[in-house]
Structures are given as C-alpha cells and as structure tokens.
C-alpha cells in the first residue's frame, strides 16, 4: 500500500493514474471474492473430512460395542450352565474347556469364588487370589458385569478383564466366570481398519489408559494418555476436534461407547484437507492468470477513458468557480435575510421598552421583560447565524497582524467586570506583554465567548484569564469555577446548538452558538483552541497564538492577578456560597403577594392568580380548566415561562421541570398525581415519552399526556397516539393548546 500511494503521489499522467485505479477497482473485488471462494473450499473440505471420521468413528464403536456384547453373552451364557453353578472345580474345567473355542482372543479364563480364589482355571496353573481386583468388588456389589483394564496377575501383561457373574440355584451369586485378554489381541478384534494413509481408530478408558491402537504395541505396560491433548478433548464431550500433538495437526471425531469407553477416530490434517490444497494450488494459478487479464483489459480502457477524463476535469473546474459564485450569492441572500428579520426583531423590542415605561404593575413588567429577553435572544442566534455562514463560505475578512494583546486584556476586563460584578463574580485579568500574530478583531470575538460562558456558568464566583508560553505558541487561556465538563462532551460542545445540562439556571443558558463561532474562527485563523475540565471545579479553555516576541512581565495591577508565568497548574481554589438546599418554591411575588406569571424557573410551582382552598381537579365558574394541577416538563426556558404565564392565566396549578431528573425529584417530594402532564419530546437527559412510566409509578397512577414537541418526524406523532397521547407541534397556538388540554382532560373525566 505505501508502494502504490508513493506511485500516485508522482507527477504522471492521468493514464498511468486511470490504470492504477481500475486495477484497484477490479482486482480488490476479484481478490475478495478468491479469499471468500478459498474459505468456502476450506469449510466444504473440512466438513467432508468431518463427515468420513464421522462414519469411521460411528463404525469402530458400534464394532466395540458389538465385540463387548459377544464376550458378555458368550460368558452369561456360559455362567448360567449347571456346572458353574455348582461351583465344583472339575466341572467348572470342564465348562471351561469347552467355552474357550468361543473366546479365542482370551488367554484365560478362569473361575473364582465369593472368597476371591480360583476355583477352575484354563491354563491349568495353581489357584490364585483375586478378591483385591476392582471387577471382584463390583460383581460382589451386585452389578451385571465388571470390566477392568490391568496388569494381569498371571501373564504380567496389560491385560482386559471381563467378568460375570455365576448364580447359584437359590438366585443367590455363587462365584464369577472371569476372561482375560491382553491389549494386543483387543486391537486386533476392534481397530484393525483404516481411514486413508494415516487415519486410525484407538479406544482409551474414562481414566486416560490406552486399550487398543493398531499403531502401537500394548505388550510393555499401559499407556497413560491423560496428558494428551485428545483427552483434554473428551474430556469436552463427543465431537469433532482439531489439535497438536508432537508438532503434528491432527482432526479426530471422539465418541463414548455403551460400556464407558473412549473411541477416536483421528487423521492427520494434510492427508484429511488434501484435496483443498489441491484445489487451492488451482486457485492461485487462476487468479494469477485472471490478474493478467484484468491488467491488459484495465489499460486499454485507461487509455480510452484518459482524454475524456482531461475535458472532464476542464469542465468541473469551471463548475467550481460557478458553485463559488454561487455560495456567495448565498451568503449575500443570508446577509440581506438576517438584515430583515433583525429589522421587525428591533422594532419588537423597541415597543416592548416603551410600553414598559406605561405600566406600573411589576407583574406586567415582569411579562414584558421576557419578551424583550426572547427577543434578544432571537437577535443574537440571527446574528451569529450570518457569521457561520460568512465563515463558511470564507467571505469573512481577515487582518492578521503583530500586535501585543495587552490592550485587548485590559478592554475585555472592563467590559466584563461590569457583568462580572453585577453576578458576584471576581473577575481577575493578568497583565501581558508579549507580541503575537493574529486578527485583533477576531482574536476578541474568541475570547469573548470564552468570558461570557466563564461569567455565566461560575459556582465559586471566581473568573481568571491570563496567558502562559508553550514553545512558540502564545496560550490564552481563561478559567472559570464552573460545575466542569465530561471529557466525553469536550468535542461536542464546538458544534451547533450543543448546551449541556450544566447545573447552572436555565434562564442563563446560551443559544448554543457561541463556541460554533469560537471553533470556525479558530479554523479560519489556524490557531488551535481546546479546553481541560475537573467535574465539579471548573474548567479552562484556551487558544493557542504564534508567537513573535516574549515580553511577558510586569506587576499585578489592582484588577488583576500576576502575568502568564503564575497561572495556576491545577484548577484553582475558590470558596462559594452553599447553594440553597430548597429543591423547589413559588417564583415570584409582587408587593401584595401575588404570584408573577411567566417568572417561574424549573422546579418551581405556579399557582394560578385566584386564592381558593378547593382540592386540584376541582372546577369553577364552568371551566374544566380552572383548579387543574398541570406539570410541564420543558428544557428551554423561554417556553417554560410562556406555558406558566398561559395556563396560569386559565386558572391552573402549574409545576415546571427542566431535566427528567428534576421531573423525577419533584414527583418524590410531591408524589400527589396531577390532572395532566404537558412533555417536551427532548430533554438534555433523555427523551420525554421515556420519563412517563417513571412519573406514574412515582404518582401511583396514570395521568393524561401532551406531548409538545417541535420534532416534525411522524413516528414521534405516532408514538403519542399509539399510547392514547395527545401531540401538538411547536410552535404552539394557543387557542389549539387550550383546546387539546381540555380535551384530554374531559376524555380523562368521561373514563373514571
């Protein structure tokens, strides 16, 4: 790959480079589909292999299992004759004598009494004792049969021992008929065949002690195989297994036989993929040749495509100098569209001072000035609107200059120490004397931001900025003792319309445009900006200028603290008042005691003009309305305010949450259900419809539900319906919210 991008870098032609990449184009394809192909061929060889070790394996254990039942029938037979039950030894020898014909893998068989001795024997050697082997003691027991693999005691060789039992006229077990076979002659009866060159069958007891394989002589002790990987393996159960033994890869299919015995079937993997290596070798001489056709097929087509391609990228550089003009166009018609809008939004706030000068009711007055603050509000999303899009587009201009930032420090220091002051807040501002190379104008408007967030989001009433040097770089940095950021929202708080649930009162959040502006001048500028945050302390954002002179020195002046050298490492210490513990309260009283519509924050309940002692729910004057306790959840606050002042107007109890965790904490401390639950479909911790079912088992029951959402997306509308939801879309009319609230509220009546 480095080969082939050093290739494209190279100053050729676009035939060599159209060659290039229909070679890509056809060849990564084709060697996809050959890889996919040749794991296909791997998987169908590996099944097949599967499938005859399958069968051998099924084979040898119904052929074990065939020669156990042989011996155990022929001994049962045998033990169930009127001569061993009589226990006497002539006639037991003589029985012996004529079993052995029947039996003739058995080097002895012999017969024992209940006290362990030999009682007939058909080697014709001196009684022996065997009331110590393990056969002995499960016959005694009472079990059908005993099998043991051992040392025998006569032959001194690994040996099988298969033993019945001989009962006598009474029912009652009189001795055992006992036959012993060595290993040998049990690999001659039961895996004497083959699967190909190197396939075998092998039978191992459930200890791990080897009984038979062709392969391997029994006649020098038992072979203790509890070490090797395929007892590992049947230790896992029946299956099919790959695994290494001595450097060899090996594929077996294990199964247990009816007496408790291990049979593998095994193979060597080579022999076993044989024919996929075959086949792969084919593959690869077919892809060899196919790429050389690709290759030839690939250059003539480059060749033809070349001179096309030339009149083409002529053409699309003309294109593009079209589609510029036109994105300055757009800028322009954006430019000319925010001067309108911004021109009926001054008007507005210009009527609403005036009418405030006319009233003299502070409720009113509170009224007006959430007007005028939407209005604002709306005025700076317009304004900062048209300086993306002049971002954007790159028609924003740009002086940049060496200039020492000193006065700029000094200017915003004022400028947002009135601010500052007004909030209780410490503005402190170093003194810098360095020289750096930036836009002045633009550089201010960074900064800016940074101030207005400081000032707006400080718990411990403390603001610093100062600057320090990193190598060339100039690093401005300003420090607030905010409730900090999560690092997974660093990124996320650059772009459009991204507010965090800070803590801070919502009233005093932003449009969420601020730090758009700050990320797409900082790109313009090519300087770098970043933040650090502690959760809980505060956090510090920065931007990063070239430098063209250190001069950084000089006292602290009366409003500000040392220069760039003594800004803090760590986020600095700073004591704030405790915030009050009152998780909600009635926001808002004039001089006479009543409430003032529309100043309600989050959290807090807002009673409806009128005082009455009648219970929520209760209804006067004819209006289903009055005396209904309706809670809003809503994030933003300019529509908390206006919902509280509209139904607080209509005679309604009304209590206001911005967060569903604030909605949750109301219900614990209120848990008395309201009439009807008015929802925002987005809230900064989740979304609305999933705080529902949360909200009804705080209240113990299930209340009327209004989503009001500006979400236009259809699945939300049906989502509401579905669950017997009302829905308006944003913005609300309110003659329409009045309708579909009493509404719901009457279906809620009619089915109680």
């Known amino acids: 790959m480095t080969a082939l991008r050093a290739l494209w870098r190279l100053r050729a032609g676009i035939f060599p480079r159209l060659l290039i990449a229909l070679l890509l184009v056809a060849l990564l394809p084709l060697t996809a589909f050959w890889q996919l192909e040749r794991q296909r061929m791997i998987d169908n060889g590996e099944a097949e292999a599967q499938q005859r070790l399958e069968l051998f394996a099924d084979s040898a254990v119904q052929h074990v299992d065939d020669w156990m039942r042989l011996n155990l029938s022929v001994l049962e037979l045998a033990a169930g004759q009127e001569a061993m039950r009589t226990m006497s030894g002539p006639a037991q020898q003589q029985a012996i004598a004529g079993l052995a014909p029947q039996l003739p893998w058995a080097y002895l068989i012999h017969t024992v009494n209940l006290k362990g001795w030999n009682v007939a024997r058909s080697d014709g050697r001196p009684a022996n004792w065997y009331g110590d082997r393990e056969y002995f003691k499960e016959l005694v027991a009472g079990r059908p049969y005993g099998i043991d693999v051992q040392i025998g005691r006569t032959s001194h060789l690994p040996a099988l021992i298969v033993a019945v039992p001989i009962m006598s006229r009474d029912g009652r077990l009189a001795g055992m008929l006992v036959e012993a076979t060595t290993l040998d002659h049990v690999t001659q009866a039961v895996t004497s065949a083959r699967l190909g060159r190197t396939g075998h069958v092998y039978i191992m007891t459930n200890s791990g002690r080897l009984i038979a394989d062709r392969g391997v002589s029994m006649l020098h002790g038992l072979r203790d195989f509890r070490s090797r990987p395929v007892y590992a393996a049947a230790r896992r159960g029946d299956g099919f297994y790959h695994y290494r033994y001595r450097g060899a890869a090996k594929v077996a299919e294990i199964r247990h036989t009816d007496f408790g015995w291990i049979v593998v079937a095994q193979q060597q993997q080579t022999e076993s993929m044989a024919a996929v290596s075959q086949a792969s070798r084919y593959a690869w001489l077919l892809l060899a040749l196919t790429t050389l056709a690709v290759t030839l097929i690939s250059a003539l087509v480059a060749r033809g495509f070349a001179g096309r391609i030339a009149r083409n990228t002529r053409a699309l550089e003309a294109a593009r100098a079209e589609a510029e003009k036109a994105n300055r166009s757009k800028t ?127 718990r411990r009433r403390r603001v610093l900025m100062g600057c320090r040097r990193i190598g060339g770089l100039l690093r401005i940095e300003v420090w607030d ?163 509280a002042a509209l139904l607080t107007g209509w005679g309604c109890e009304v209590v206001l949450a911005a967060t569903a965790a604030e909605a949750l904490s109301l219900a614990e401390q209120n848990p008395s259900a309201p009439d009807l639950l008015l929802l925002d479909y987005r809230l900064p911790d989740g979304n609305g419809p999933a705080l529902v079912p949360d909200l009804f088992r705080r209240w113990g029951a299930e209340v009327p539900v209004m989503i009001v959402s500006a979400e236009r997306n259809a699945a939300v509308r049906e989502q509401a319906q579905e669950k017997g939801w009302g829905f308006l879309a944003k913005p609300v009319n309110p003659s329409k919210l009045r309708a579909a609230v009493t509404h719901l509220l009457l279906k809620n009546a009619a089915s109680v």
């Open 481 to 643: 003792s905010g409730p900090g950021i999560p690092p997974e929202h660093h990124k996320r708080i650059f772009l459009e319309f991204q507010r965090l649930d800070t803590g801070a009162q919502s009233n005093e959040r932003g449009a969420g445009l601020g730090l758009a502006i700050v990320e797409r001048i900082a790109k313009r500028l090519g300087h770098r900006i970043g933040l650090r945050s502690w959760l809980g302390r505060g956090s510090v954002f920065f931007v990063d200028v070239p430098l063209v002179r250190d001069v950084t020195r000089g006292q602290e002046s009366a409003a500000m603290v040392p220069a760039a050298a003594t800004l803090p490492a760590r986020m600095p210490a700073a004591s704030m008042p405790a915030p009050s513990a009152t998780g909600a309260s009635v926001v808002g009283a004039s001089a006479s005691g009543a409430p003032l519509p529309g100043a309600a924050g989050p959290g807090a309940s807002v009673n409806p003009p009128s005082s009455r002692s009648e219970p929520a729910g209760g209804h006067r004057g004819g209006s289903l309305l009055e005396g209904s306790r309706v809670w809003s959840v809503e994030d933003d606050p300019q529509v908390r305010q206006s919902v």
């Open 332 to 458: 322009s018609f954006v430019a000319a569209a925010v001067h309108d809008l911004m021109q009926p939004l001054n008007a507005a706030r210009m009527f609403v001072d005036a009418a405030r000068a006319r009233l003299t009711s502070a409720a009113d007055r509170e009224v007006l000035s959430g007007i005028d603050s939407a209005l604002e509000a709306e005025d700076e999303i317009l304004s900062t609107l048209l300086d993306i899009s002049r971002l954007e587009s790159g028609t924003f201009e740009v002086h940049e200059r060496d200039f020492a930032p000193g006065a700029l420090f000094e200017t915003l220091g004022r400028e947002f120490g009135i601010l500052a002051r007004a909030r209780g807040i410490e503005l402190r501002v170093a003194r810098c004397s360095a020289v750096i190379h930036s836009d002045e104008a633009l550089l201010r408007r960074i900064l800016q931001n940074y101030l207005s967030n400081a000032v707006r989001y400080s």
